[in-house]
């Protein structure tokens, strides 16, 4: 009964912090407050971890999942730096295991050691869902979702322990989850570091994985930013042929740099609002704005964004569209845009055609679709 009570009230004081702390426009990397971390860890039974929290260098400003050794898994290795280990079993973002056990097998996650990665394996396929063991770099986790708090996830681990090997994260495969190494930077540039790497995993499990791999390959210009707002197509819809195929090459005019914006702060745009992308020169536009309800939904480049808030943390919102967006001119005359040539048709296999021509059978202008089809 003490154990529960002292746990409630630390999960009251972790959600005040965060709650504090999401407030802040862009948060400053600092250190938790030792006491927070220490506590937890305490309370749960990790003693010589949580004492070993004021020089592991954890932050709460970003979501945490750390693999917790028990205290006896940790006599096991007598030479071992305990900070250091408290480094290695902690990843930036969330995983529950109900998510772990959906990761490939050898799947590899960098930690906030740097160059360190932790593997992770479960046992076979054969075995069902709701009973899948999952091994930390062959650790079991013997005590799953010990704490979560939305910002903070504890595993306990019992078994051998030992320090990750500097080549812990030198085999590339697809499930790898390493990339490209920066020379030290402010804490902003850190932050944005390991919000890439926690959206991108999400993206990967949810049906956009080729998003996901784009993403890695524009990983040195991505860091760079303060903030990003990126329109994604999901795998279906790239692979399904038409207008999909273009979005990897236009990935550029579908983020838009140094803006994190909400659904909501979308939706109080007015139309002919102007969003620069990362494409030098091109620009979205609100054609039209939000707050028309389900009949009247706000679109950009005339088309309407399928889901809103898709993937989001404290730097990154990600919306899925179902179709690219199409590029636009402005019109001198009226102040409106239009497509490069003239107005934006769209076939039922949701290609986008030059208006010029005459329409071909099954295709509808973008008017036709916003009345008749809800596109």
């Known amino acids: 009964m003490a154990r529960t009570n002292a746990l409630f009230l630390i999960l009251l004081t972790s959600i005040f912090i965060s709650t504090t702390s999401t407030a802040a426009l862009a948060p400053s990397l600092h250190p938790s407050p030792p006491s927070l971390f220490a506590n937890i860890l305490s309370t749960l039974g990790f003693q010589d971890l949580s004492a070993a929290t004021a020089h592991a260098n954890l932050s709460i400003a970003t979501p945490t999942t750390i693999f917790a050794p028990t205290d006896s898994s940790l006599l096991t290795c007598p030479s071992c730096s305990i900070p250091l280990l408290l480094q290695e079993h902690s990843l930036p973002g969330l995983y529950p295991l109900h998510f772990l056990r959906t990761l490939a097998f050898g ?13 992770i394996t479960s046992s076979p396929s054969a075995t069902s869902f709701a009973t899948k063991k999952v091994f930390i770099n062959g650790v079991e986790i013997t005590k799953p979702d010990l704490f979560n708090n939305g910002l903070l996830i504890i595993h ?35 932050m944005m570091r390991l919000m890439l790497k926690d959206s991108m995993m999400r993206l990967r499990i949810s049906g956009y994985s080729v998003l996901a791999l784009a993403m890695r390959v524009k990983y040195p210009e991505l860091s760079d930013l303060k903030f990003m707002t990126l329109f994604a197509l999901d795998d279906s819809s790239i692979f399904a042929g038409g207008s999909g195929h273009s979005y990897v090459a236009d990935i550029g005019f579908h983020v838009v740099p140094n803006r994190l914006l909400m659904a909501a702060d979308l939706a109080s745009l007015p139309k002919g609002t102007e969003l620069p992308t990362m494409e030098k020169g091109q620009s979205l536009v609100i054609t039209t704005a939000g707050g028309g309800g389900p009949l009247a939904p706000m679109r950009i480049n005339y088309m309407k964004i399928k889901d809103f808030d898709m993937v989001y943390n404290k730097k990154i919102v990600v ?3 179902s179709m690219p967006f199409p590029r636009l001119n402005p019109m001198p005359e009226t102040g409106f845009t239009q497509t490069e040539k003239s107005r934006i048709g769209v076939s039922e296999n949701g290609e986008v055609f030059d208006m010029m021509a005459p329409l071909p059978a099954g295709i509808f202008s973008a008017v036709d679709i916003n009345n008749n089809h809800g596109l």
């Open 107 to 119: 799947t590899k996650i960098e930690t906030f050691a740097p160059n360190r990665c932790l593997t």
């Open 319 to 321: 919306h899925g569209l």
């Open 156 to 190: 306990g681990l019992q078994g051998f322990i030992s320090h990750l090997s500097p080549l812990s994260c030198s085999v590339e495969r697809m499930t790898t989850l390493s990339f490209p190494q920066h020379p030290p930077s402010t804490a902003a540039f850190f």
